[in-house]
């Protein structure tokens, strides 16, 4: 695999060497900083390797590979001091420089011809035939190589792990290291408290040890001097760094309400601009972390504990959130801000139930059944967790939104929650955290282990857009987070499920009656035929296939790294090619089995293959073995993945399906409406202001598509509001305006961007400027 990729327009490459060796579980530390939008503290990596770590053979792919000899050098950090933790450390910020990364306890002072200092040489490495020598692997060390990207690592080094307190009960042997975490990682489910507690008592332990460390533009490579294999390499190592203030995982912004605040964003490059890991999805670990802040300022993190601030020295605050559940680290998320928690004006008794509600203890895991995932304390063996419709949840937004949310999404949470349950059965996840984020959220939701954010356009108008998107994040909990792709270019394996889902639920959640909710999720289908069509027009071929590795799908190289197609390309994060061809994949497979028959194959599904990682045909084998032989015709994996995932444009037995059906009873219904609103428009009629503006929030986005088709320039700035306000939608309206080659329009849509740029999510701002220029 090449590394040299164009960091802005080529495919993704996870550089972790993830056959060799685990990270099993992280330990963050961290400070945010907001006068210099860093963050910055340690991280410290616990492994797991295992007999099939051998010495490194001819025919493991090396990860370090470069140009030239000089790229390849390791550097060994000088003597650094690592300061008492402070949110006010650094008073300046960090320059981004092309993605250089110091190796030194104090700013960046890497040169480009890879000399790094004296004490580098005086290591004796000042070549790269230590890592990148193919030829003679007898005297090689072993190269932990980990994704990371944006960041500044400072130091890293051995962890101590023996010396840490009341770590007694493994061993004292300093020679047993890698036993003790072993041992650590290996401790059953049913003690997850004192697992936690070990782990961050380690993590607190000394150093034995500085590591030696380089980096390329992707990753950040690790070695110990005399460590010839995975076994040998230590099982925890601490990692001090720092993010950058244009680093790609976090975005530094304001909040709705004039606030600063700073939050995961889904970017393409995960997280590995917040922190060195093991990105590939194979890599299902846990963690804990402490997050200090300003005490103005609430931090909510993927986490099954429902965190309260603890006070420390005068004007600061921490946080500590947990994760039990292994996830790939990709799913990790975090949210710092002046958000307020956002609760019903009147509290219901069955509210009072729900907050009384909490994690379950080691007593309630009784073992009531069985599951093919690796050990934790899985809530499908919690008999109390399994009849649980609504799980606990909060809900987080800027004050200025607070009225909103207590209208227009708080009533819907626990509908929504139960419908879900009533579908698929168990809820994963023990607790929900709902977060309004920014204005300059490039989507309308981002699902996380147990946070969910919504952009603030679900919260416009009725109840609909709120309530569908809603339940799309809820069904990621099943289908993107609980059973995850184990190749991410799968992304119908995800998004598929949760467009598809989204409609039983939300028809569940409304109370629908059979022949309305059919009729309801018959106009939703005709919509998404229609934007499916114009998708396939409108995007390169390449891009509309669901499982473009074909044969190699879920394929990697030896050392485990691999390449994410088109990963990179931002015109991606808006495509909904892998949300419409999967929708309508699982809707004719349901149609073939039956409503009834699918959701009950669907939840024997998520019972065996929950906590575990799949390819589309772990889905498909299943399903078609569980389908009678008299609805078995035509249909097989491979004609699936013929006529559905591997091919682009419309799939021909949905062209068939879509020619053979007439339009259904609620979309003539719309027709002759909107029919009827054509000829009342054309009438002269005088509208009032007030009038405008109630339409205007109630149907913001085709309001303003009608706008800018009929250059109705009386309502321009509408326009110009919603492209400030609603960036998760506004994407597809500065195409309109470009479109319409109106000069005034085209101007609006420059002056909007020129105005929002520096807020927008970078994808969404490369997009918009090819557009525009």
């Known amino acids: 695999m090449d590394i040299k990729l164009d960091p802005s327009r080529d495919d993704l490459p996870l550089m972790a060497n993830t056959s060799h060796i685990l990270v099993k579980h992280y330990v963050l530390d961290l400070d945010v900083d907001f006068e210099s939008q860093i963050i910055e503290g340690t991280i410290v990596l616990f492994f797991e390797s295992g007999n099939r770590f051998k010495k490194w053979s001819s025919s493991t792919e090396v990860a370090c590979r470069s140009e030239s000899n000089e790229a390849c050098r390791f550097r060994m950090p000088e003597p650094y001091q690592i300061p008492v933790t402070s949110t006010k450390t650094f008073s300046s910020k960090i320059g981004y420089d092309d993605f250089v990364i110091c190796g030194k306890g104090g700013k960046d002072t890497s040169g480009k011809d890879g000399n790094h200092g004296n004490q580098e040489q005086a290591s004796g490495i ?82 034995c040890g500085e590591l030696l460390f380089d980096t390329d533009p992707w990753s950040l490579q690790i070695r110990k001097t005399g460590a010839q294999t995975a076994t040998d390499f230590p099982h925890a190592i601490r990692i001090r760094y720092r993010t950058k203030p244009q680093g790609r995982s976090v975005t530094w912004t304001s909040d709705q309400s004039g606030r600063p605040c700073v939050y995961t964003v889904g970017s393409p490059i995960n997280n590995r601009a917040l922190f060195p890991c093991q990105e590939p999805p194979v890599a299902m670990s846990t963690w804990q972390a402490t997050v200090r802040a300003a005490a103005s300022f609430v931090v909510l993190m993927s986490g099954e504990n429902s965190a309260k601030p603890t006070q420390l020295r005068e004007g600061y605050s921490s946080w500590y959130y947990y994760v039990t559940m292994p996830m790939p680290a990709s799913t990790f998320t975090i949210a710092v801000g002046s958000w307020t928690e956002v609760k019903p004006e009147i509290c219901s008794p069955n509210d009072l139930a729900i907050e009384r509600s909490s994690s379950p203890s080691e007593a309630d895991f009784r073992y009531v059944g069985f599951c093919g995932h690796m050990e934790y304390p899985c809530r499908f063996q919690n008999a109390s967790a399994t009849t649980q419709k609504i799980i606990p949840h909060r809900v987080f937004a800027p004050v200025c939104l607070k009225s909103a949310c207590q209208e227009t999404l708080l009533p819907l949470i626990p509908p929504c929650l139960s419908a879900a349950y009533c579908v698929l059965g168990t809820h994963p996840f023990s607790r929900l955290d709902i977060l309004i984020v920014p204005a300059n959220f490039s989507s309308l939701g981002m699902a996380s282990p147990h946070i969910v954010f919504l952009s603030q356009s679900t919260l416009t108008g009725m109840s609909q857009l709120c309530g569908t998107r809603l339940c799309h994040e809820i069904a990621h909990a099943w ?87 088109h990963g990179l390309n931002p015109e991606k994060v808006f495509m909904q090619v892998h949300y419409l061809k999967g929708y309508f994949l699982l809707r004719f497979l349901a149609k073939r089995l039956g409503e009834d028959t699918y959701f009950s194959f669907l939840r024997k599904f998520v019972h065996t293959f929950h906590g575990q990682l799949i390819l589309s045909q772990d889905f498909l084998q299943m399903l078609l073995e569980n389908i009678p032989e008299e609805k078995r015709p035509e249909l097989s994996v491979g004609n699936i993945f013929r006529d559905w995932l591997e091919s682009s444009g419309i799939p021909q037995p949905l062209q068939r399906e879509r020619q053979a059906r007439a339009e259904c009873g609620l979309a003539q219904q719309v027709s002759a409406e909107v029919a009827k609103w054509v000829r009342v428009n054309r ?66 849509a420059r002056r909007c961007f020129e105005l929002s740029k520096e807020q927008m999510d970078r994808s969404s701002a490369e997009v918009v400027a090819e557009m525009l220029f």
């Open 126 to 207: 000042s070549s790269s035939k230590h890592c990148c020598d193919a030829g003679n692997h007898g005297s090689e060390e072993f190269l932990l190589v980990l994704d990371c990207c944006d960041l500044s690592v400072l130091k890293v080094e051995e962890v101590d792990v023996a010396a840490a307190p009341g770590i007694e009960k493994f061993t004292r042997s300093p020679e047993l290291r890698n036993q003790i975490v072993h041992d650590l990682v290996a401790l059953p489910a049913d003690r997850w408290r004192e697992q936690l507690d070990c782990y961050a008592r380690c993590s607190q332990a000394p150093g």
């Open 479 to 565: 289908f993107g987070l609980a059973i995850g792709a184990r190749d991410w270019t799968e992304e119908w394996l995800s998004e598929g499920f949760a467009t598809h889902l989204e409609d039983v639920f939300w028809a569940k959640a409304q109370q629908l009656a059979p022949h309305e909710a059919q009729e309801q999720q018959e106009l939703r289908a005709c919509l998404r035929w229609h934007r499916l069509q114009d998708e396939v027009q409108n995007s390169p071929e390449e891009m509309q296939v669901l499982r473009p590795n074909k044969e190699k799908t879920g394929h990697v190289s030896d050392s485990g790294s691999s390449v994410i197609r």
């Open 683 to 748: 009438r002269p009629r005088k509208r009032k202001r007030k009038d405008r503006e109630e339409v205007f929030e109630k149907v913001r986005h085709r309001w303003c598509e009608l706008i800018v088709k009929h250059k109705y320039t009386k309502a321009y700035r509408d326009v110009e509001r919603f492209l400030q306000e609603d960036q998760a939608m506004g994407i597809y309206l500065y195409g309109e305006l470009m479109l319409s080659e109106d000069p005034r329009q085209q101007h609006l």
